[in-house]
């Protein structure tokens, strides 16, 4: 299993960008996957999970501004944030377990992990 983000960079406040983490070896389309972060001296958060169902749960911190999606002909996962804040800079990672039905945002509920991309709100 291969997962591979890309879309960070930086940002103004209040400015968007969509994150996107390329699958392989790993069927997105049925199984359950999230999105984290992880900023200078704090532990790695979970922020929105997508279960294999397409139910999907977001972090409080992240709600209303931040969409996780995936199109499975693509093996993809997004995450679309706006109305970006500069406490969301955080390498922000994409994690899966193959299962269909977890949707939870616990870091040792994953895992297959990502290398991260970074995303930094000034």
């Known amino acids: 299993v291969q997962l591979v983000e890309s879309g960070g960079g930086s940002v103004q406040a209040g400015g968007s960008l969509r994150l996107s983490c390329a699958a392989s070896?790993?069927?997105?389309?049925?199984?359950?996957m999230a999105w984290f972060r992880q900023a200078p001296g704090k532990e790695r958060e979970g922020i929105a999970t997508?279960?294999?169902?397409?139910?999907?749960s977001y972090a409080d911190s992240v709600k209303g501004r931040f969409t996780i999606s995936k199109d499975n002909a693509k093996f993809t996962l997004y995450l679309q944030m706006n109305s970006l804040k500069p406490d969301d800079t955080a390498m922000y990672y994409c994690?899966?377990?193959?299962?269909?039905?977890?949707?939870?945002?616990?870091?040792?509920?994953?895992?297959?992990w990502g290398q991260g991309t970074q995303v930094t709100v000034s």
């Open positions: 994690a899966g377990r193959g299962v269909p039905n977890l949707l939870s945002l616990r870091v040792s509920d994953f895992t297959y």
């Open positions: 070896g790993y069927d997105v389309s049925r199984f359950s």
């Open positions: 997508v279960s294999g169902y397409g139910r999907t």
